[in-house]
């Protein structure tokens, strides 16, 4: 079965870093393209960071640029989301997503909560 599993989240005071991690299984992880994606109490669900298979390719929403890095290893079909100076505004579900776009295969993972607060 296909599963996306994301950890790591949690409160944090603004200024700090976190590090998600999504572990997958049942699909062939190095031929997706791997996002993370945020949604924010009252707010649509938004892209944060994408990367393509092997790494060869990043990009970054204009909100966390310079802040986010986002990294993938494919010898253990994990996917990270690095984000320091976090700030109250990053408050939101994280979501892992792959995508296989000429499939049209997308799998999502379940999400893990990011509070940042004082």
């Known amino acids: 079965q296909v599963q996306l599993v994301e950890s790591g989240g949690g409160l944090v005071q603004p200024g700090g870093s976190l590090r998600l991690s999504c572990a997958a299984s049942?699909?062939?992880?190095?031929?997706?393209?791997m996002s993370w994606y945020r949604q924010a109490p009252g707010k649509e669900r938004e892209l944060v960071a994408s990367i393509t298979s092997f790494g060869g390719s990043t990009n970054y929403a204009d909100s966390v640029k310079g802040r986010c890095t986002i990294a993938r290893d494919n010898a253990k079909k994990t996917v990270y989301l690095q984000i320091n100076s976090l700030k109250p505004e990053d408050t939101a579900v994280y979501f892992c997503?792959?995508?296989?776009?000429?499939?049209?295969?997308?799998?999502w993972g379940q999400g893990t909560q990011v509070t940042v607060s004082s």
């Open positions: 997503n792959a995508l296989r776009r000429r499939y049209d295969a997308d799998h």
């Open positions: 049942g699909f062939t992880f190095s031929l997706y393209t």
